[in-house]
């Protein structure tokens, strides 16, 4: 039986005196992949970016409900959660294999990179590889953060930007692993497939919450149409 793992209470959080999410209200329980949708600025990243208390409530709450009331989200933010910022950076030029030393389970890491097709250039700089294969070695890091998923929270935003078909479609194939293995997935998206395999969506705009369901019911093409201005066909 799933259970909630992260639950927004009508948060709301304000950077420089300007409110950049308003009264969100969503949960993400163990075995869901959430979707959160909207169009550019629209506060995915600051929505993912407070999970884990780097933008703080001005008003409302987020609640992580493994946690012990004694307990403080910082101290315990690397037990429960694995976090995939959309644009990835290391300030040293690793190579990939050295990458991977910064993870607990390097061997986890080593299945990772060999899943997606990163094995033949373990010994390459981060600053020889495409944009893709960049980020597709980051996500291998923080796929590899856990050996057991189970009432974890896993924050992604933008997984599959700048990947190639194969490794699109490998991404989405491995949140599907996770949220089986009973992890919470939050995934921040553009990419409408993607977003249609989620079970729940959140739209965005203007950093708030304007529609919340499952994802036939939220991409219809009005909605879309609203949203990032597509035209109806």
Request: proline content about 0%; charged content about 20%; hydrophobic content about 40%.
């Given at each position: 039986m799933s259970k909630i793992l992260l639950q927004f209470k009508d948060f709301t959080a304000q950077l420089g005196g300007k409110t950049i999410l308003e009264k969100i209200q969503t949960a993400v329980s163990s075995g869901e992949i959430?979707?959160?949708?909207g169009s550019n600025g629209a506060g995915k990243t600051s929505l993912l970016r407070s999970c884990m208390g780097l933008i703080p409530a001005s008003q409302g709450e987020v609640m992580v409900t493994e946690l012990p009331s004694s307990s403080s989200l910082t101290q315990n933010l690397a037990k429960l959660f694995a976090y995939a910022p959309q644009n990835p950076h290391s300030t040293w030029d690793f190579t990939i294999e050295e990458l991977?030393?910064?993870?607990p389970h390097r061997d986890l890491f080593n299945?990772?990179?060999?899943r997606f097709a990163l094995?033949?250039?373990k010994s390459y700089r981060l600053s020889s590889l495409s944009g893709g294969e960049r980020k597709i070695a980051h996500l291998c890091l923080t796929f590899s953060l856990h050996r057991n998923?189970?009432?974890k929270c896993i924050l992604l935003d933008e997984p599959t930007a700048a990947?190639?078909?194969c490794r699109t479609e490998l991404v989405s194939r491995a949140i599907k692993e996770m949220a089986q293995q009973g992890a919470g997935v939050l995934v921040a998206t553009h990419d409408l497939p993607l977003a249609y395999q989620c079970?729940?969506?959140t739209l965005l705009k203007a950093g708030q919450g304007m529609a919340y369901g499952k994802p036939h019911a939220i991409l219809t093409p009005t909605i879309i149409q609203e949203t990032w201005g597509l035209p109806i066909k």
């Open positions: 959430i979707g959160v949708v991977g030393q910064l993870s299945e990772w990179m060999n094995g033949e250039k998923f189970s009432d990947l190639d078909l079970h729940q969506l």
